[in-house]
């Protein structure tokens, strides 16, 4: 008995001198690696947070204040040391970036959206670990697929080809596989993507995307300005593979590809061409 609550002493000593125990400061000082990551923490109200970002993250506008730290690939630690920050968050798993954070002696965090399951996973994880807003971001997103799907009953199931690379004038692409968050999306409004069945983002020649036989094509260019001479090329180049016009879209805006804060306005804006 005297042994067992020497231990249990033990152990709470431990746990209050570790990371996130009484004997720390809060974590209140964020370097946030990844535009997805960045925009839900400021869709879930920790923005305040943020002391640091990558060079990538551009949303929302309060992002232009804060000090840029590198990229995924190339952080820089002098920037990221310079801003004593608490805790480093990072979309992926970053072995640079989990020396950084050792090395400061500060926790380090990973998180994954490939996948709608991981964005989830990833506001559970911020309402667990510090609160906020996070789970009312998640009911948003619900609510919203909800209310899609409903809306979607008398168009579904549609198969829906989305191309999130293609080169004008190439006779291949890059499209959103079946493990996606786009598929995810599509899969929770009662649709089903049209894509090879392994890997996340595919490339397909032209044959077989037509062999794919899709309802629709979505191709995405996310802040490209030149949207006329696109909108002109696809066209051009889909009909020639006997796809007609009307089942072909062109989607510019930015977040497309960034299943972060804006999560909603992407399958608001995918079911906005197949209604």
Do not use: K, N
């Amino acid at each position: 008995m005297r042994y067992r609550i020497i231990t249990f002493l033990f152990c709470l000593v431990c746990a209050c001198s570790g990371p996130g125990g009484s004997g720390d400061p809060p974590d209140e000082r964020f370097v946030v690696l990844g535009p997805s990551l960045v925009e839900l923490m400021f869709s879930s109200g920790l923005g305040d947070r943020i002391v640091g970002v990558d060079r990538y993250s551009q949303w929302p506008p309060e992002t232009a204040e804060i000090t840029r730290v590198g990229g995924y690939i190339d952080p820089s630690y002098e920037s990221i040391a310079s801003l004593d920050p608490t805790s480093i968050h990072s979309s992926g798993r970053s072995t640079r970036i989990m020396g950084i954070a050792s090395s400061l002696g500060i926790p380090f965090y990973s998180y994954c959206f490939d996948s709608l399951e991981g964005v989830y996973l990833a506001l559970d994880s911020l309402h667990t670990r510090y609160g906020a807003g996070a789970r009312e971001l998640r009911d948003r997103i619900e609510r919203v697929l909800d209310s899609l799907a409903v809306e979607m009953e008398d168009a579904a199931p549609l198969g829906v080809m989305i191309v999130i690379y293609h080169e004008p004038g190439s006779s291949s692409m890059t499209v959103a596989g079946r493990d996606s968050f786009f598929g995810d999306i599509l899969e929770r409004v009662g649709c089903f993507i049209q894509a090879p069945a392994a890997g996340s983002w595919p490339m397909v020649s032209a044959e077989g995307a037509v062999s794919l036989d899709p309802d629709h094509v979505i191709c995405l260019f996310p802040g490209r300005e030149d949207s006329a001479s696109i909108v002109g090329s696809e066209l051009s180049f889909w009909s020639g593979l006997g796809i007609d016009a009307d089942r072909v879209h062109c989607l510019f805006e930015p977040y497309m590809m960034i299943p972060g804060g804006r999560l909603d306005r992407i399958a608001v804006r995918i079911c906005s061409c197949l209604l």
